[in-house]
């Protein structure tokens, strides 16, 4: 069944699964390093002989270059089809993780890593345009849910395969790890995923945009990374970053407007109420949960002393109840719309992030464990209904472009909500720490890291209510969704939805 008589039916069909399984095996290796180079920082720090604040540069960079190559994703589908575009980001991904275990000191290791951030940087946007390409706007829901497995279970997996490979191999594995995951992502993509969809005229690449917007967003996420070093916004060395990003997007806006259709991401998508909607809802989500995934494993691993491993075992709770949500929710949201199903993943959401508002030292594991089965549950429900419902009122031959929007925006948002809550931690740890008279070490996460286990009697009930604080920063957050949610789209179980908006241009 070819891919346009596929997208015409309303069964999941054999065709799509298996694109979609495709896009799953590709991107759980970009989504798992991430968390996996988070748990070996400290080892990596101490291997290769280098300060963490410079082995930081190891994410850092990484996330940098991330940011560097989403904008170009959109042209490149066009110009070469998806294909090409998805086989040539695994490859840059699996050859820097090759390389980056190759590394004989921190500067290789952060070359390698920005390399390797180039490949996994196309993965999102690729994958979810390729996805949407081959569901049509009927299945999306279902289509959606696929590809939010590794999302939602890289934050879960991540931290226990990290503690296992750091614990007992060395710190090369956490990147060699990834090199027969990506050789099977490469064949399956070459023997499964169609060929022949680019663009018989893309235009030529807008080198100009491309430059402006990717310089933008390294700013910000330089801007975000530094806040979150620094435990807030107000040093000028981060606020700079900032102005610069935003100053930067405005100006791109107004290169896009004069430019139209041939800018690198056309800013005129976004008068399609729909796709804005749900765009702005997806930053939301990214702030409200993405952001609140930080502050778990903190907890459990400063407060309650457990290792990277016995972390990752207790927010597993979390992975299940995503699973069970996403399958449900993606054959609701098809049947009936997004905007039914969102609202009750945020009251669950909600629901499930309640009881860590009140955390103490000794909180019980299995409470704590049934609220986050109820919350994944809730992530489940909000992230990929509301990235489906984004892409279900475009035309499929504007998908490649507005995907690496989304991917921005998701991008941006995770971090932005990651600095909130980090800045909201550390910050009320200082006032308690100050009000006991105990000077403050450090700052941003760094402060809370670097607390010694024999302060924590003393220190271990001021964390866990700072924690505490947090998580009512993430309640709030989350619950700020709510407001977008309620204007995605919506429509009787079983009615026809219309194929698609031909063009927001």
Wanted: glycine fraction near 14%; charge should be neutral.
């Amino acid at each position: 069944m070819d891919t346009a008589s596929a997208a015409s039916s309303d069964e999941l069909d054999r065709g799509v699964i298996v694109t979609g399984l495709v896009i799953v095996a590709g991107m759980i290796m970009v989504v798992l390093d991430t968390t996996i180079v988070n748990v070996a920082l400290d080892a990596l720090s101490t291997e290769l002989g280098a300060p963490l604040s410079t082995t930081q540069w190891v994410v850092t960079g990484y996330l940098l270059a991330v940011a560097l190559v989403i904008p170009l994703t959109g042209w490149a589908m066009d110009r070469f089809g998806s294909k090409p575009t998805w086989l040539t980001a695994v490859t840059l991904f699996v050859l820097g993780s090759a390389l980056c275990a190759t590394a004989w000191s921190v500067e290789s290791l952060v070359f390698f890593r920005v390399l390797q951030g180039l490949g996994g940087g196309m993965l999102l946007p690729a994958g979810q345009a390729i996805i949407t390409r081959a569901a049509g706007p009927n299945r999306l829901g279902r289509a959606m849910s696929i590809i939010g497995v590794p999302m939602l279970l890289g934050p879960v997996l991540g931290p226990v395969l990290g503690g296992l490979l750091v614990e007992y191999t060395g710190w090369h594995w956490i990147f060699l790890v990834n090199v027969p995951v990506g050789a099977v992502a490469i064949a399956l993509a070459v023997w499964k995923l169609p060929a022949g969809d680019a663009l018989p005229d893309p235009g030529k690449l807008d080198l100009r945009g491309l430059v402006l917007l990717s310089g933008s967003l390294v700013c910000l996420l330089y801007g975000l990374s530094e806040a979150a070093s620094h435990g807030g916004f107000g040093e000028w060395g981060v606020l700079g970053w900032l102005l610069a990003g935003a100053a930067g997007l405005a100006v791109y806006t107004w290169h896009s407007l004069n430019r139209g259709s041939a800018s690198i991401i056309d800013v005129r998508l976004l008068g399609d109420r729909l796709f804005a909607g749900a765009t702005f809802a997806v930053f939301l989500v990214a702030i409200g949960l993405f952001g609140g995934m930080l502050l778990l494993p903190l907890y459990y691993q400063t407060v309650r002393g457990e290792g990277a491993l016995g972390a990752g075992l207790l927010l597993a709770p979390q992975g299940l109840g995503a699973i069970v949500a996403m399958v449900i929710g993606g054959r609701l949201v098809d049947r009936i719309g997004a905007g039914y199903v969102v609202p009750v993943g945020v009251l669950l959401a909600l629901i499930g992030t309640f009881p860590f508002t009140q955390v103490g030292t000794d909180t019980s594991y299995v409470w704590l464990s049934v609220a986050l089965f109820v919350r994944g549950m809730g992530l489940g429900s909000v992230m990929m209904p509301t990235m489906a419902a984004a892409y279900s009122g475009l035309d499929r031959d504007i998908v490649s472009r507005a995907a690496p929007t989304l991917s921005a925006i998701q991008q941006v948002g995770a971090s932005l909500g990651s600095v909130l809550l980090v800045t909201a931690l550390t910050q009320r740890l200082t006032e308690q720490l100050d009000a006991e008279g105990i000077g403050a070490a450090g700052g941003g996460a760094d402060q809370i890291s670097t607390v010694p286990p024999e302060a924590l009697p003393i220190v271990g009930p001021l964390l866990a209510n700072a924690f505490g604080f947090a998580f009512w920063v993430a309640f709030a957050l989350t619950a700020v969704i709510i407001l977008p949610a309620l204007f995605l789209p919506r429509h009787r179980s079983g009615a026809p939805k219309e194929t698609a908006v031909a063009s927001a241009v």
